[in-house]
Nanobody
């Protein structure tokens, strides 16, 4: 059983940056592909980024965040990060960290077994 706790959200002006963190406990963190999803009010939870557990930590991004967001992981610290730059008002959402016990991440939230409670990111115009 893996427990995930996100942090780092907040209120930021358009064009600003944040670093989101997701700390894991339980399980063997290095055996999980990790991902970030987000959910805005009235919308479905959508894929943001994913990172594999090995193989050079392959990453994949939603088109809407490519070039602005960067996912990374530190297996020694059992933490996955999401660096979010050049924020836009449409990035406003609750950001969730997720884990699945496979090498690679996917874009589908149903493929993930463990979820954090979320951290709010609000971007003002």
């Amino acid at each position: 059983q893996v427990q995930l706790v996100e942090s780092g959200g907040g209120l930021v002006q358009a064009g600003g940056s944040l670093t989101l963190s997701c700390a894991a406990s339980g399980g063997t963190f290095s055996n999980y592909a990790m991902a970030w999803f987000r959910q805005a009010p009235g919308k479905e939870r959508g894929f943001v980024a994913a990172i594999s557990w090995s193989g050079g930590f392959a990453t994949t991004y939603a088109d809407s965040v490519k070039g602005r967001f960067t996912i990374s992981r530190d297996n020694a610290k059992k933490t996955v990060y999401l660096q979010v730059n050049s924020l836009k008002p449409e990035d406003t959402a609750v950001y969730y960290c997720a884990a699945r016990p496979y090498v690679s991440g996917t874009r589908y939230y149903r493929d993930y077994d463990y979820w954090g409670q979320g951290t709010q990111v609000t971007v003002s115009s």
